[in-house]
């Protein structure tokens, strides 16, 4: 059970470059987030989805775009790199029944550099 | 809104001694609360969690967690250190609900560190 997969592990950029970073999930979740953690901020919820087909904002999303074509599936799109986009990606995932029954389960992260 | 607070970004024990990583959150309703791991080159995974019942929280690896709902306190400790206890470990809030899409809010995070 591979569980939450994403792939680069890492990525340098040039500024104004695109790129998507891929997750996948074998847990048959409904719930799916993309968070990017910079060091001393803790992690921010850039987009995340309730199922397939549905996503939504959240707290950082200028300069990202998601798709949720399957449920397994969750990816993000960067369409202009800056330098501001240097970060650690996580994606996660979890059951439907809420944040007390079903916590979040998370990949290992992307490590992207944009210079 | 919701927020957590960790106090101290850093702190270290000696191997064998108490370990206790703080965290406070401020909701006018007493949300979720959760302690996350993240060891080194990992994604984060869940220590303990307090949704409703005893306020004594028991989670892996010998750490626990006490709601305190009139210090708005969610404290971690873990009576011995070991040196695999070295990570970073977030504080984490949601909404009390068990149907909605509720969403964490994480805070900045704790690193600790074992000291041989």
């Known amino acids: 059970n591979a569980g939450v997969t994403q792939t680069p592990k890492f990525r340098i950029l040039k500024i104004g470059q695109s790129m998507t970073l891929q997750c996948t999930q074998d847990?048959?979740?409904?719930?799916m987030y993309w968070y990017r953690q910079d060091p001393g901020m803790g992690l921010k919820l850039i987009y995340y989805?309730?199922?397939?087909?549905?996503?939504d904002k959240g707290e950082v999303p200028n300069g990202y775009n998601v798709s949720r074509s399957t449920t397994e599936d969750f990816p993000l799109r960067l369409e202009l790199a800056a330098p501001s986009q240097t970060s650690v990606y996580f994606c996660?995932?979890?059951?439907?029944?809420?944040?007390?029954?079903?916590?979040?389960?998370f990949g290992n992260g992307t490590r992207l550099t944009v210079t | 809104a919701q927020s957590v607070t960790q106090l101290g970004s850093h702190v270290s024990v000696s191997e064998g001694a108490l370990v206790l990583l703080r965290c406070n959150y401020s909701?006018?309703?007493?949300?979720?609360l959760f302690w996350y791991v993240q060891y080194p080159n990992q994604g984060l995974q869940l220590l303990l969690k307090?949704?409703?019942?005893?306020?004594l929280v028991k989670g892996i690896n010998g750490f626990e967690a006490e709601f305190k709902k009139s210090e708005t306190s969610f404290h971690l400790t873990k009576p011995s250190a070991h040196m695999s206890d070295a990570a970073e470990y977030f504080c984490a809030v949601s909404d009390r609900s068990n149907f909605g899409n509720e969403k964490l809010t994480f805070g900045t995070g704790t690193r600790l560190t074992i000291i041989p």
């Open positions: 909701s006018s309703v007493p949300p979720y």
């Open positions: 996660a995932s979890r059951a439907s029944g809420g944040q007390g029954r079903s916590p979040l389960h």
């Open positions: 847990m048959n979740h409904n719930y």
């Open positions: 307090y949704t409703t019942g005893a306020t």
């Open positions: 989805s309730v199922g397939a087909g549905i996503t």
